[in-house]
């Protein structure tokens, strides 16, 4: 057991640190894969819970709710290296350079994202279409602090 511990333990820091070695436009292409794949998940939820409850279909709003929580849980942090902010990945980064002044803060939105989502996840697995409904609103609050915080708006 201590060994399959330990080999996870390694496995999660070597696989961090291959990632923070990344070249930073590759960190931005990475963060930004994530959040397009997290927001395309969410906005199957919202056409279904928030839009148009009609088509609601609980397996796929599951589904979509354990994606987002699974970008939430996946260690983006580590895709936030020193000069990603100028980086271009798929197109150029929208990161203010305030976020790298404020790494406290920015580790409090990553924080709520994570919890937020983690939620939705559980919350989706009960069907509950209004419980679902306040708790999306609840994962769309922590990204539009972030963005608000540390997003150069278009």
């Known amino acids: 057991m201590k060994f399959k511990l330990a080999l996870a333990v390694f496995v999660a820091a070597a696989s961090t640190a291959a990632i923070a070695g990344q070249a930073e436009d590759q960190q931005v292409k990475f963060r930004q894969s994530a959040y397009s794949f997290a927001a395309w998940n969410c906005s199957k939820i919202k056409s279904q819970v928030v839009e148009h409850p009609e088509t609601y279909n609980k397996e796929q709003v599951v589904a979509a709710a354990n994606s987002v929580a699974a970008v939430a ?24 350079p305030e976020f790298f ?35 999306f609103g609840k994962v769309g609050e922590t990204c539009k602090s972030c963005h608000d915080s540390f997003r150069i708006r278009d």
């Open 73 to 96: 849980n996946s260690g983006l942090g580590a895709l936030y290296g020193p000069g990603t902010d100028q980086a271009t990945g798929w197109k150029k980064s929208r990161l203010k």
């Open 101 to 135: 002044d404020k790494p406290e803060d920015a580790k409090k939105a990553a924080v709520a994202f994570n919890k937020e989502a983690n939620e939705l996840a559980k919350v989706a697995a009960t069907g509950d279409v209004g419980a679902i409904k306040t708790q």
